[in-house]
C-alpha cells in the first residue's frame, strides 16, 4: 500500500514542471537537419529496453528524403514520445513485437513519417481522446501530457499529427512536418 502511495506522489511530482514548462512559450530553433538522424537517435534512447523486451524496432526512410528546417530538441521529444508509448503498448505482449518507422516525401512541401507498433491498440472511445490533457491509458504510471504535449510541439513546428488504431492490430501514428515553417508555422497559446 505504501509503495503505491509513493508511486502516485512521484507521478504527481512531476505534473507541475511539466505543465509549467509546457505552459512557457518555448522558442522554435530552426536548423537544418535530417529526420532519419533525428528518429535513430531517438530510437537509440530505447534500444536496451525495447530488446530486454523482446520488440524488433525498424527505421525504414528513403535515403532521399530532403533535409528540413526544424527544431531537434522538440522533434526528439516528439518521436520519444511517440516510440515510447508504442513500446508501451507491446508491454502485455509476449513475442513478436514490432515498432516500424516509415517515412516520405508528400507533394505538398512536407515529409510524413509513420510510427506503427503491432501491441494492443485503442478502442475508438479512447482514440477520440488521445490528444486531452491528462487523458491517460496508462492507469498507474501515465500523467496524460504526453500525447497533449506532442500536439502542441507538432503543430508549433507547422505540422500535424494523427493517430490510426484497432484494438488487438496496432496502432499507427502519423507525423507531417513541413519542409519550410515558415510556410506553415502555427503558434499554440
Known amino acids: 500500500l505504501?509503495?503505491?502511495?509513493?508511486?502516485?506522489?512521484?507521478?504527481?511530482?512531476?505534473?507541475?514542471?511539466?505543465?509549467?514548462?509546457?505552459s512557457r512559450r518555448m522558442e522554435v530553433s530552426h536548423q537544418p537537419l535530417y529526420l532519419t538522424?533525428?528518429?535513430?537517435?531517438?530510437?537509440?534512447?530505447?534500444?536496451?529496453?525495447?530488446?530486454?523486451?523482446?520488440v524488433q524496432m525498424s527505421v525504414r526512410l528513403p535515403d532521399n528524403l530532403p533535409q528540413i528546417v526544424s527544431d531537434r530538441g522538440q522533434l526528439q521529444q516528439v518521436?520519444?514520445?511517440?516510440?515510447?508509448?508504442?513500446?508501451?503498448?507491446?508491454?502485455?505482449?509476449?513475442?513478436?513485437?514490432?515498432?516500424?518507422?516509415d517515412g516520405k516525401q508528400a507533394d505538398n512541401g512536407t515529409i510524413i513519417i509513420s510510427v506503427r507498433d503491432n501491441g494492443k491498440g485503442m478502442p475508438p472511445d479512447m482514440l477520440r481522446h488521445i490528444f486531452e490533457p491528462f487523458y491517460s491509458s496508462k492507469k498507474?504510471?501515465?500523467?496524460?501530457?504526453?500525447?497533449?504535449?506532442?500536439?502542441?510541439?507538432?503543430?508549433?513546428?507547422?505540422?500535424d499529427i494523427e493517430v490510426q488504431s484497432r484494438?488487438?492490430?496496432?496502432?499507427?501514428?502519423?507525423?507531417?512536418?513541413?519542409?519550410?515553417?515558415?510556410?506553415h508555422t502555427v503558434e499554440v497559446a
Open 2 to 22: 505504501l509503495e503505491g502511495i509513493e508511486s502516485t506522489v512521484e507521478r504527481a511530482r512531476n505534473i507541475p514542471p511539466r505543465l509549467l514548462g509546457f
Open 37 to 54: 538522424d533525428v528518429i535513430r537517435e531517438s530510437m537509440e534512447f530505447l534500444e536496451r529496453e525495447a530488446a530486454s523486451r523482446g
Open 79 to 101: 518521436f520519444l514520445n511517440v516510440l515510447g508509448n508504442a513500446l508501451d503498448a507491446l508491454n502485455d505482449q509476449k513475442e513478436n513485437g514490432r515498432i516500424e518507422v
Open 140 to 159: 498507474d504510471k501515465g500523467t496524460g501530457l504526453g500525447m497533449f504535449i506532442t500536439y502542441a510541439i507538432v503543430r508549433r513546428l507547422g505540422g
Open 167 to 183: 484494438e488487438d492490430l496496432g496502432t499507427t501514428v502519423h507525423i507531417r512536418l513541413p519542409l519550410n515553417p515558415s510556410e
